[in-house]
């Protein structure tokens, strides 16, 4: 599993884990919601009258102490399970920053690794976020990503998005909406099965986004691309579809029904979820629903950490013959990330396998 040839090589969600980065809360800080974008990805469900009421700047010290005490915990079990664990480089997020057409406060944070970069077979692939405050986030890991380089991986960035004020639209309802202008996505929009990769239209993915990763898996090998539209509107993937092993999908039945499972998980094994067991009200924001308690890590096939408030989840996991170590996340709703969302897998075991044939 140290072959040098190799130093990144991740096709899936839940093969055996040998190698990941796990998030930062340090110096975390909510961004403006004067920007388009900052309400487009924090606060899409949220009416314009709404924002003035929500706080923003640095998170409270608390909140990011015992993150990062959660987080340190995470580290130090998965490395006590043999993976190789990094940390992102600080980052100054209280920074503020412009382009040509428009001006960041700051920053957003580090917490969540895995909505700016996405790991395919053994290409690193930097995307392009929406959201103006997360224009530097990654070079948190540019140290990692020229060490990949220099040991043999490939390195691809998606085109720098301008994110120009017509970008960000509205609905009906007068809720923001991402335009396409140009081509935007996070990379927590995408699961990863072998050689099919799926990829959530939503307002922090779109179709432009979709059609340039279709384009560029196309030099990466024999790869299918599944577009996943009208599942869910708002953000980002991993708290609706988490794929256990081959033929086992965790699926969220507020979002999905019956009928609505994606072809290509038809005749696959489901597990409907159970609704999340939520902690008294925080007295932050709260950049996830609750629903965020889905959003677990699979170490291997057969294990998975999981927020340890959700009994009724790890009850219905251990039922299907998952081992399941319980760990804190105290504040995975202010900070809008479960433990897929703070974690990006660099290696694991499994290839490119065809798991729908």
Same mark, same amino acid.
């Given at each position: 599993?140290?072959?040098?040839?190799?130093?990144?090589?991740?096709?899936?969600?839940?093969?055996?884990?040998? @190698?990941?980065?796990?998030?930062?809360?340090?110096?975390?800080?909510?961004?403006?919601?004067?920007?388009?974008?900052?309400? %487009?990805?924090?606060?899409?469900?949220?009416?314009?009258?709404?924002?003035?009421?929500?706080?923003?700047?640095?998170? $409270?010290?608390?909140?990011v102490e015992e993150t990062d005490e959660d987080l340190d915990a995470l580290a130090t079990t998965l490395r006590s399970l043999g993976v190789?664990?990094?940390?992102?480089? $600080?980052?100054?997020?209280?920074?503020?920053?412009? *382009?040509?057409?428009?001006?960041?406060?700051?920053?957003?944070?580090?917490?969540?690794?895995?909505?700016?970069? %996405?790991?395919? #077979?053994?290409?690193?692939? @930097?995307? /392009?976020?929406?959201?103006? !405050?997360?224009?530097?986030?990654?070079? #948190?890991?540019?140290?990692?990503?020229?060490?990949?380089?220099?040991? =043999?991986?490939?390195?691809?960035?998606?085109?720098? $998005?301008?994110?120009?004020?017509?970008?960000?639209?509205?609905?009906?309802?007068?809720?923001?909406?991402? #335009?396409?202008? @140009?081509?935007?996505?996070? /990379?927590?929009?995408?699961?990863?099965?072998? &050689?099919?990769?799926f990829y959530q239209v939503s307002r922090s993915g779109n179709e432009l986004g979709l059609r340039w990763l279709e384009s560029t898996l #196309?030099?990466?090998?024999?790869?299918?691309?599944?577009?996943?539209?009208?599942?869910?509107?708002?953000?980002?993937?991993?708290?609706?579809?988490?794929?256990?092993? $081959?033929? +086992?999908?965790?699926?969220?039945?507020?979002?999905?029904?019956? @009928?609505?499972?994606?072809?290509?998980?038809?005749?696959?094994?489901?597990?409907?979820?159970?609704?999340?067991?939520? &902690?008294? /009200?925080?007295?932050?924001?709260? +950049?996830?629903?609750?629903?965020? =308690?889905?959003?677990? +890590?699979?170490?291997?096939? *057969?294990? !998975?950490?999981?927020?340890?408030?959700?009994?009724? +989840?790890?009850?219905?996991?251990?039922?299907?013959?998952?081992?399941?170590?319980?760990?804190?996340?105290?504040?995975?709703?202010?900070?809008?990330?479960?433990?897929?969302?703070?974690?990006?897998?660099?290696?694991?075991?499994?290839?490119?396998?065809?798991?729908?044939?």
């Amino acid at each position: 599993m140290s072959d040098p040839v190799r130093p990144v090589h991740s096709w899936d969600e839940f093969s055996t884990l040998r @190698e990941v980065v796990v998030g930062s809360a340090a110096g975390a800080r909510l961004p403006a919601l004067s920007d388009p974008s900052a309400w %487009l990805s924090c606060f899409p469900k949220s009416r314009a009258a709404e924002l003035a009421a929500i706080r923003t700047g640095p998170y $409270p010290q608390q909140v990011v102490e015992e993150t990062d005490e959660d987080l340190d915990a995470l580290a130090t079990t998965l490395r006590s399970l043999g993976v190789t664990v990094h940390r992102p480089e $600080p980052v100054d997020h209280a920074a503020g920053f412009a *382009a040509p057409q428009w001006r960041a406060d700051g920053g957003f944070h580090s917490y969540c690794p895995r909505d700016l970069t %996405l790991v395919v #077979g053994e290409t690193v692939i @930097e995307v /392009a976020s929406p959201m103006r !405050a997360r224009y530097f986030e990654v070079f #948190g890991l540019r140290a990692l990503f020229n060490d990949y380089l220099r040991a =043999g991986s490939r390195w691809l960035c998606a085109p720098r $998005p301008q994110l120009r004020d017509e970008l960000f639209e509205s609905d009906a309802e007068g809720l923001p909406l991402l #335009g396409e202008s @140009e081509p935007v996505f996070d /990379a927590a929009n995408v699961l990863r099965l072998g &050689r099919d990769v799926f990829y959530q239209v939503s307002r922090s993915g779109n179709e432009l986004g979709l059609r340039w990763l279709e384009s560029t898996l #196309g030099l990466l090998g024999d790869l299918r691309l599944h577009p996943l539209r009208g599942i869910y509107g708002y953000t980002h993937i991993d708290s609706t579809i988490a794929l256990l092993r $081959p033929g +086992l999908v965790l699926l969220n039945p507020e979002r999905i029904r019956p @009928e609505t499972v994606p072809d290509q998980l038809r005749g696959w094994d489901v597990l409907w979820c159970p609704p999340a067991e939520t &902690r008294a /009200a925080e007295p932050e924001p709260m +950049l996830s629903e609750s629903w965020i =308690g889905m959003n677990l +890590l699979m170490v291997d096939p *057969a294990t !998975a950490i999981v927020e340890q408030g959700q009994r009724g +989840l790890i009850k219905l996991l251990e039922h299907a013959g998952i081992t399941v170590l319980p760990h804190r996340l105290r504040h995975s709703r202010v900070l809008g990330g479960g433990f897929h969302c703070v974690t990006l897998d660099t290696r694991r075991d499994g290839g490119p396998e065809d798991y729908l044939s």
